[in-house]
């Protein structure tokens, strides 16, 4: 049974393997997805204290940010 609580970050480069993945978690029960196009937009997102996922910049983000 889906934890209806989780939110997904979906960051890739392509639109559609963004799609493909949205609709596999669809399918699963999870309806709480951000699909975005690269990690500028993680950055936007995070950055802009939305309520989406919260104001504080997840720990992968720092991760991801250090590779970059």
Known sequence: MPNKALRFLIA??????????????NQLGYHRI???SGFDEV??????NGVMFGSSTPHWCARARSTC
């Open 43 to 48: 950055q936007a997102l995070t950055r802009s």
């Open 12 to 25: 890739d480069g392509e639109h559609l393997q963004r799609v493909k993945i949205e609709k596999m978690l």
């Open 34 to 36: 951000a699909p975005l």
